[in-house]
């Protein structure tokens, strides 16, 4: 009987699993084993109230009324199953996070295919070994020195020498120096 009252919300603990992550495992596993010790224990108490034989206490209990007082209190007493108020929240939350699925998916689609299509124009070129200058530059124009319209020196970028630290040994340098000179 008391299998009746969880049918519906049993939970698919194979498929959770697969999708837990190694670094989670002990959380989860701890979990499962609190979730079934609270599942046995609904399953060990009965889905109905005892039946409770109040004949026999009418006849043992001297005081007129009393039991049947008891039994009516008794039969009063309705324990209500608590009400779902989580499963709409939660399919109107699996919802969206679906449809956010479903955009990353699609995103991730448009990103895997111009990836694809860089890996074939990387595939089609000529090999380093038998490329040119001339065909670098033909492929990449922004990676290749262009002497005509952008005369570049060495080191080819600005360098700021403000953040420099002063040299800690000048005395060995100017000695070096002058040894240098002599020879």
């Known amino acids: 009987m008391a299998s009746k009252r969880i049918a519906q919300s049993s939970v698919n603990w194979a498929a959770i699993a697969e999708r837990v992550p190694e670094a989670d495992k002990a959380s989860y596993l701890a979990f499962k084993a609190k979730s079934d010790g609270y599942l046995r224990k609904m399953l060990a108490s009965p889905a109905e109230p005892l039946k409770i034989d109040w004949a026999a206490y009418k006849n043992k209990v001297a005081v007129p009324g009393l039991v049947d007082n008891f039994e009516k209190m008794y039969n ?8 779902d108020k989580y499963t709409p929240a939660i399919d109107k939350h699996e919802k ?26 990387i595939n ?15 492929i990449q124009p922004e990676l290749t020195l262009d002497l005509e319209n952008k005369p570049s020196f060495w080191p080819h970028q600005e360098i700021d020498y403000v953040f420099d ?13 002058k040894i ?3 020879h």
Not at 165 to 175: C, K, L, N, T, W
């Open 76 to 83: 009063a007493i309705k324990i209500p199953y608590p009400e």
């Open 96 to 121: 969206e996070i679906m449809k956010g699925v479903e955009e990353f998916k699609a995103e991730s689609a448009v990103i895997i295919k111009e990836a694809e299509k860089r890996i074939a124009e």
């Open 124 to 138: 089609s070129l000529l090999p380093f070994g038998q490329m040119t200058f001339e065909d670098a530059a033909y």
């Open 165 to 177: 630290e002063p040299e800690a040994d000048s005395a060995q340098i100017e000695e070096q120096k």
């Open 180 to 182: 240098d000179a002599a």
